[in-house]
């Protein structure tokens, strides 16, 4: 199986900054692309910023310029930097990868537990 643990969630008051990070291990053959979503109460999970093996980046027209999605491929593990944080940010950050696990040989999607965070004064 493959397993990802996020870490770097907490409290935070607006204008503050935070760095996600999330860790993928177990048996992994190859991991593709990684990305960081967010769900806040009441409503949908929301595609935050993706980032391709090759470091292609994307991400949400709201978090642009704010946020900023990094991996590390030695270590299996994907950052989330986020800057000038607004109480709108608030959210259960998910982190999701799409790999292929050993001896397998499609490619699967993996979440994390989610980690929070809360921009408040």
């Known amino acids: 199986q493959v397993q990802l643990v996020e870490s770097g969630g907490g409290l935070v008051q607006p204008g503050g900054s935070l760095r996600l990070s999330c860790a993928a291990s177990g048996s992994i053959f190859r991991l593709y692309t990684m990305a960081w979503y967010r769900q806040a109460p009441g409503k949908q999970r929301e595609l935050v910023a993706v980032i391709s093996s090759g470091g292609s980046t994307n991400s949400a027209d709201s978090v642009k310029g704010r946020f900023t999605i990094s991996r590390d491929n030695a270590k299996n593990t994907v950052y989330l930097q986020m800057n000038s944080l607004k109480p709108e940010d608030t959210a259960v950050y998910y982190c999701?990868?799409?790999?292929?696990?050993?001896?397998?040989?499609?490619?699967?999607?993996?979440w994390g537990q989610g980690t929070q965070v809360t921009v408040s004064s």
């Open positions: 999701n990868a799409v790999a292929v696990k050993s001896g397998g040989t499609m490619p699967q999607n993996y």
